[in-house]
């Protein structure tokens, strides 16, 4: 599919075998004025005045962009499709899927000074033990992988924005599979969940959940996940 609104940076199953339930897209969101103000054309008008509303043209911009692109990925849609999308910087990323639940989050791996104080806070019991025990050189990667998670993990419950981050676990360490580790309450409900992580583009970690649907396909090893710093 030729892209007439953000440059395509991946457009593959990332970790999800081919006629799986699952596609991932990821689009840079960094694109001309003319293309910015070509996309405006494509919103709702709800969209739109939202669009209006933001302060920086290059917030706008993104949020232009990144609507029009979707609602480009939406054109054919079957009605069983769902979808979540994630933004960061100039990168979004969109997870489809028939019929189960999908949540998607992206973040620019980068180096935060509050990031031991917001692992103590947002992370569970678990998750704070394996983030400690992290050489220094593998936390930011093993943060922003255990953020990623929890986030695509909570997006993909749909309601559950507020659903309680100690109330499960995920892997984070760099090299290890993603994987739901606990969820509270529901011993066998980790099964339920697939998860996976990769780099969208150069710098940056995401992670996608799926409900794993009876009638789904056996999901396969990841293969063909880019290491994250790893050019392209
Ligand atoms: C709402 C939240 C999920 C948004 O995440 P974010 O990183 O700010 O922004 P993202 O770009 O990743 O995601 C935004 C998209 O999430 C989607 N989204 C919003 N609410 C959602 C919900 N209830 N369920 C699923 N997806 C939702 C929307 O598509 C939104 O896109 P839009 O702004 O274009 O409409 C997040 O800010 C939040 O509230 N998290 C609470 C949990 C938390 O504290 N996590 C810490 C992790 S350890």
């Given amino acids: 599919m030729v892209p007439a609104f953000g440059s395509v940076v991946s457009d593959v199953s990332h970790g999800f075998p081919v006629g799986s339930p699952v596609e991932i897209v990821a689009t840079g969101l960094a694109v001309e004025p ?10 709702s008008d709800a969209e739109r005045q939202r ?4 302060a920086f043209d290059r917030d706008r911009r993104r949020f232009v962009v990144a609507r029009a692109r979707l609602r480009q990925l939406l054109r054919f849609a079957a009605s069983d499709l769902r979808f979540n ?12 899927s028939h019929g189960c639940e999908v949540g998607i ?3 620019a791996v980068r180096v935060m000074g509050d990031a031991d104080d917001l692992a103590a806070r947002f992370f569970s019991r678990r998750e704070h033990g394996a983030y400690r025990a992290l050489h220094p050189r593998d936390k930011p990667l093993g943060f922003f992988q255990c953020w990623t998670r929890k986030e695509a993990f909570i997006k993909a419950l749909g309601d559950g924005l507020s659903y309680p981050l100690n109330r499960f676990d995920v892997s984070l360490a760099p090299g290890e599979p993603a994987r739901v580790l606990r969820v509270e309450g529901a011993p ?3 099964r339920r969940w697939h998860m996976e992580s990769f780099a969208p583009a150069l710098g940056f970690v995401a992670a996608v959940v799926a409900e794993r649907r009876s009638s789904a396909v056996d ?11 790893e050019a392209r």
């Fill in 105 to 107: 989050d992206v973040e």
């Fill in 219 to 229: 999901f396969l090893e990841p293969t063909d996940l880019l290491a994250v710093g």
């Fill in 34 to 43: 003319a293309a910015a103000r070509a996309a405006t054309a494509f919103l």
């Fill in 85 to 96: 999308v994630s933004h960061c910087d100039d990168l979004a990323v969109y997870a489809f």
């Fill in 51 to 54: 669009a209006s509303r933001l």
């Fill in 188 to 190: 066998e409900d980790h």
